[in-house]
């Protein structure tokens, strides 16, 4: 039989898959208790967020427990902000939770990656419904002055794709794969998220809110200017090649 979770442990699982901001969420509401945890969970947007408040719950039997696992979340969050300065490679994932603790939510992720912007993001992807955290994030990047550029597919380049429109409102350098670029049936298939030409997420998760909260998706986070400066080198030159095209 499997041992119960321990309030400690859950803290520490939370800190490693939510965004910091997120848990200061959590710990904020864990002060008043149960209460607390329901008022968070009936307004916040946040499957994730959401889960994680039934389960705080569940260890909480009355609100004297509260600030102590405030205490927890915060101390684990911040533990986890200075072990990921140093830490090279992370494994992210979309979709149930499992007992090997060495993933990161793709939300979690992206959302710090974009949040840690300071000059430029370049998003490939082929689907493309962002849910709302992405698309304010990418505007606060943009306000910020940061270069966005997107690489996305498009049905004029291939007409079995029917997977959104990107991102309309945001101010961004839009490139193409032009279908007489293309071998027969080729899709732009990748997904991939280089910010700052320093660090790169490469994965399976399209830019859609089912493949950041729902799907079973699978990628790798690499802190490394080398890395994340040659998968962007190599577009810049398919694009200096004329492979990609500006587009509007």
């Given amino acids: 039989m499997t041992p119960p979770e321990s309030l400690e442990d859950l803290a520490i699982e939370l800190a490693e898959r939510l965004p910091y901001t997120d848990v200061k969420q959590l710990a904020h509401a864990c002060r008043t208790?149960?209460?607390?945890?329901?008022a968070l969970e009936a307004h916040v947007a946040g499957i994730a967020v959401r889960a994680?408040?039934?389960?705080?719950?569940?260890?909480?039997?009355?609100?004297?427990?509260?600030?102590?696992?405030?205490?927890?979340?915060?101390?684990?969050?911040?533990?986890?902000?200075?072990?990921?300065?140093d830490h090279r490679v992370d494994v992210v994932?979309?979709?149930?939770?499992?007992?090997?603790?060495?993933?990161?939510?793709?939300?979690?992720?992206?959302?710090?990656?974009?949040?840690?912007a300071r000059t430029e993001i370049l998003l490939v992807s082929y689907a493309s419904y962002p849910p709302k955290s992405l698309s304010t994030a990418l505007a606060a990047?943009?306000?910020r002055g940061v270069k966005i550029t997107l690489l996305l597919e498009q049905q004029a380049d291939n007409p079995k794709f029917q997977g959104?429109?990107?991102?309309?409102?945001?101010?961004a350098t839009r490139l193409s794969w032009p279908v007489q670029y293309r071998e027969s049936g080729a899709s732009l298939h990748a997904k991939i998220i280089v910010v700052d030409r320093r660090t790169a997420l490469i994965g399976s998760a399209n830019l859609t809110g089912h493949a950041f909260e729902r799907n079973l998706e699978c990628g790798i986070l690499l802190r490394d200017r080398a890395h994340a400066d040659?998968?962007?080198?190599?577009?810049?030159s398919l694009r200096e090649t004329g492979v990609l095209v500006a587009s509007t």
């Fill in 164 to 171: 959104g429109t990107g991102f309309p409102a945001i101010p």
């Fill in 230 to 236: 040659a998968v962007a080198g190599h577009l810049d």
């Fill in 33 to 38: 208790g149960r209460t607390g945890l329901r």
């Fill in 93 to 116: 994932w979309t979709g149930p939770a499992s007992g090997i603790q060495t993933s990161r939510l793709t939300s979690a992720v992206v959302g710090e990656l974009l949040d840690s």
């Fill in 52 to 85: 994680a408040c039934r389960r705080l719950r569940s260890h909480l039997p009355d609100t004297a427990e509260g600030p102590y696992a405030a205490g927890l979340l915060l101390g684990a969050a911040q533990a986890r902000q200075r072990h990921h300065v």
């Fill in 141 to 143: 990047a943009a306000a």
